[in-house]
């Protein structure tokens, strides 16, 4: 079955230091997102793109976000300098054409501590 | 603004047990959506159903039930007889934007279901 596949699946860094978070949605997919979840919390929406723009953004989702296509395959979220509070859980998330369930298809998510 | 709201943090129940999970949502759109995800330990979110609503007729899926009443803004998830396997956090979810591809989902805190063998 196609997946979502995020890397790296835990990250630790220094406050301060840029991250850059992976994902691979899945082929045919047009739509993409980004969710968060601090840990222990509820899930929260960060971001999502379609064909190659921004689509909708949150409050949460500042300058120091930003999100790219780089090619056909991967979609990245940066954070240019890292706070305390952004050691959350971030998912990746993609939605496929024509599909009309909305099923957005969630990778594993990649572990984010900063120090 | 949007609201999802899961009261109940934390439920056991033993295998074989039929379980409910409760969701409460505020919108102030007529045209929205719902959503169940389970999160294994794994960690990933899993897709369990989508319903608009405009479709009020509850949804059986298995094992799976789900039960939407708009007179009282719910949409409550009931596994039957449950199994070690169903153990996992389990998410409501709120989205009221009708276009397709815009799935900004609003999720609620999750209800932790622990089935004890």
């Known amino acids: 079955e196609p997946e979502v596949t995020q890397t790296p699946s835990h990250q630790v860094t220094q406050m301060g230091q840029e991250v850059i978070l992976r994902c691979v949605p899945i082929s045919n997919h047009l739509y993409f997102y980004w969710y968060r979840q601090i840990l222990g919390q509820k899930v929260e929406f960060l971001v999502s793109f379609y064909n190659n723009e921004i689509s909708e953004k949150s409050e949460i989702f500042d300058d120091q976000f930003s999100v790219e296509r780089p090619d056909g395959s991967n979609f990245t979220l940066k954070i240019r300098s890292t706070k305390l509070e952004d050691s959350a859980m971030y998912f990746c998330a993609s939605l496929g054409p024509g599909g009309n369930t909305g099923e957005l298809f969630f990778g594993e998510g990649s572990r984010l501590t900063v120090l | 603004a949007q609201k999802v709201t899961q009261a109940q943090t934390e439920i056991s129940v033993v295998e074989k047990e039929d379980v409910t999970l409760d969701c409460v949502y505020e919108?102030?759109?007529?045209?929205?959506?719902l959503f169940w995800y389970k999160q294994p330990p794994s960690g990933e979110l899993v897709f369990l159903i989508r319903r608009n609503s405009f479709d009020e007729q509850n949804e059986i899926s298995g094992r799976y039930s789900w039960n939407f009443q708009k007179s009282t803004s719910s949409f409550n998830f009931t596994i039957t007889a449950s199994q070690v396997v169903d153990s996992a956090v389990y998410f409501c979810?709120?989205?009221?934007?009708?276009?397709?591809?815009?799935?900004?989902?609003?999720f609620g805190t999750g209800t932790r279901l622990t089935i004890i063998p």
């Open positions: 919108t102030r759109d007529t045209t929205y959506y």
């Open positions: 979810a709120l989205s009221d934007t009708p276009n397709f591809g815009n799935e900004k989902l609003t």
